[in-house]
T-cell receptor
Framework: GAVVSQHPSWVICKSGTSVKIECRSLDFQATTMFWYRQFPKQSLMLMATSNEGSKATYEQGVEKDKFLINHASLTLSTLTVTSAHPEDSSFYIC?????????????????FGPGTRLLVL | SQQGEEDPQALSIQEGENATMNCSYKTSINNLQWYRQNSGRGLVHLILIRSNEREKHSGRLRVTLDTSKKSSSLLITASRAADTASYFCATDRDNYGQNFVFGPGTRLSVLP
């Protein structure tokens, strides 16, 4: 249980285009999902917290008009990188916190997707 | 400033040896969690220890928490090549345990 998927796993795009990344909780509902960015050999940096049915909360320094987040249902959040540039190339990871917890797990645990590698040419 | 900081940043051991990684944090926490990340993949939850707990075990994993020193350690016993990964500690940032702050991680290499 507690599986989170991301799509696509890999994307290459030209500079100036927009890219949408989907994050789905497959076997649980999540009122809260998180989007992280990770550079090579570095830790995860929280970009934003996505709450179902409301506006996302962005971390300081993250442009909300650049990284559009939509959390339209309890199992899906999307991150759209608008007008992507080479400096946006990175590994993007989402996580989800189960509504009410997972049997055998902890309510505080976040379950992570496999990540999406974005390369902007 | 960064909440969780792991030490060492990189660790290389032989299969069968034990691996110990440490994590220090700065502010009070409700719980601390350890995650593993294989290269280029997402994170896998390993273990959660609450602020009122001192030690927890899960299989070959042993986690300790010292709230007076604001530190935690992760011990992997009888390591295997498959344990090669990066290990991160994560502390909750607010009273509702919503937002994690991840440390820089320890890159563990277990040599066969």
């Amino acid at each position: 249980g507690a599986v989170v998927s991301q799509h696509p796993s890999w994307v290459i795009c030209k500079s100036g285009t927009s890219v949408k990344i989907e994050c789905r909780s497959l076997d649980f509902q999540a009122t809260t999902m998180f989007w992280y960015r990770q550079f090579p050999k570095q830790s995860l940096m929280l970009m934003a917290t996505s709450n179902e049915g409301s506006k996302a909360t962005y971390e300081q320094g993250v442009e909300k008009d650049k990284f559009l987040i939509n959390h339209a249902s309890l199992t899906l959040s999307t991150l759209t990188v608008t007008s992507a540039h080479p400096e946006d190339s990175s590994f993007y990871i989402c996580s989800a916190r189960p509504l009410g917890g997972i049997s055998g797990g902890h309510q505080e645990t976040q379950y992570f997707g496999p990540g999406t590698r974005l390369l902007v040419l | 400033s960064q909440q969780g900081e792991e030490d060492p940043q990189a660790l290389s051991i032989q299969e069968g040896e034990n691996a110990t990684m440490n994590c220090s944090y700065k502010t009070s926490i409700n719980n601390l969690q350890w995650y593993r990340q294989n290269s280029g993949r997402g994170l896998v939850h390993l273990i959660l220890i609450r602020s009122n707990e001192r030690e927890k075990h899960s299989g070959r994993l042993r986690v300790t928490l010292d709230t007076s020193k604001k530190s935690s350690s992760l011990l992997i016993t009888a390591s295997r090549a498959a344990d090669t990964a990066s290990y991160f500690c994560a502390t909750d940032r607010d009273n509702y345990g919503q937002n994690f702050v991840f440390g820089p991680g320890t890159r563990l290499s277990v040599l066969p």
